[in-house]
């Protein structure tokens, strides 16, 4: 069974500048997670979708970040503009349902803003 | 609320030494709680898992034990190795559907 597929792996960008990552989940998964993993520190819930809808998205910086997935399979996130605090490990996840189970990750992007 | 709170690390051991990691919890209702380990460059991996209380997860020789009265999920190993060296992350999944909350991590390096 394939895992969560993410990419890039790794981005450098100036400030200001905006960013996009992909995420394609496990098939048939109706969860997707979109964490922010800053150094030495837990991954942040940013966004959870189930199916194309939010589910919570709370913790999302919505001034400069925002996420979609259309279809209810891939997702994306995008950054614009970005600022240096935003230098940090996004991580997609995903899982079959919502609530008391366990979620599956891709490898992450890291990304570092300059 | 929810949240999770995890020793602080590094955590520094000789290979063939015990282990433990602490992990502690505040839910409402009843959580699945979770270990997950990060290997170097690597994305995070699930180790183990226990759904209800007194349920005990094990994987790779790692144990832990939902102990609800005490609201823990201390992760052990009798003997570990060089290549346990890792990020080991608690979590717990909420009974309400939301997403995976996770403690702060703790670092353990194993020399041989």
């Known amino acids: 069974e394939a895992g969560v597929a993410q990419s890039p792996r790794y981005k450098i960008i100036e400030k200001r500048q905006s960013v996009a990552f992909w995420c394609n989940p496990i098939s048939g998964h109706a969860t997707l997670y979109w964490y922010q993993q800053i150094l030495g520190q837990g991954p942040k819930l940013l966004i959870q979708f189930q199916n194309n809808g939010v589910v919570d998205d709370s913790q999302l910086p919505k001034d400069r970040f925002s996420a979609e997935r259309l279809k209810g399979v891939d997702s994306t996130l995008k950054i614009q503009p970005a600022k240096l605090e935003d230098s940090a490990v996004y991580l997609c996840?995903?899982?079959?349902?919502?609530?008391?189970?366990?979620?599956?990750f891709g490898q992450g992007t890291r990304l570092t803003v300059v | 609320g929810n949240s999770v709170t995890q020793m602080e690390g590094p955590v520094t051991l000789s290979e063939e030494a015990f282990l433990t990691i602490n992990c502690t919890y505040t839910a409402t209702g009843y959580p699945s709680l979770f270990w997950y380990v990060q290997y170097p460059g690597e994305g995070l991996q699930l180790l183990l898992k226990?759904?209800?209380?007194?349920d005990k997860g094990s994987n790779k020789g790692f144990e832990a034990t939902y102990r609800k009265e005490t609201t823990s999920f201390h992760l052990e190993k009798g003997s570990v190795q060089v290549s346990d060296s890792a990020v080991y992350f608690c979590a717990l999944s909420p009974p309400a559907g939301t997403a995976l909350i996770f403690g702060k991590g703790t670092t353990l390096s194993v020399s041989s």
């Open positions: 996840a995903s899982s079959l349902a919502q609530g008391r189970t366990e979620a599956f």
């Open positions: 226990a759904t209800k209380a007194d």
